[in-house]
């Protein structure tokens, strides 16, 4: 079982910066594939960023690459995710995942954990 806590969220205006992070229980954290999706009111949750078990490798949504930045402590038990440049379509409740596939996972159904999810709100 894992548990996951994200931080970090807030409301900041466009161009602004932000890190998430993800806390994670269980010893097993180092094995499991972590992922970031958001939702926006009235939308689909929809995926972010993913990092795999190592943190050797990152895969990115379309719309957040070049300015977010997937990473992981292992040691800490914790994943980021770092906002740049920041546009008010990326105002969402953000939800950090777990995935017992250790590598790389870009779809909701692979993640068996998930967190309560954090608010961030980009202002124009």
């Known amino acids: 079982q894992v548990q996951l806590v994200e931080s970090g969220g807030g409301l900041v205006q466009a161009g602004d910066s932000l890190r998430l992070s993800c806390a994670a229980s269980?010893?097993?954290?180092?094995?499991?594939?972590m992922g970031w999706f958001r939702q926006a009111p009235g939308k689909e949750r929809e995926f972010v960023a993913t990092i795999n078990w190592s943190g050797d490798s990152t895969y990115y949504a379309d719309s957040v690459k070049g300015r977010f930045t997937i990473s992981r402590d292992n040691a800490k038990n914790t994943v980021y995710l770092q906002m740049n440049s920041l546009k008010p379509e990326d105002t969402a409740v953000y939800y950090c995942a777990a995935s017992r596939f250790g590598h790389l996972n870009s779809r909701s159904y692979q993640y068996d954990y998930w967190g309560q999810g954090t608010q961030v709100t980009v202002s124009s």
């Open positions: 269980g010893r097993t954290f180092s094995a499991y594939g």
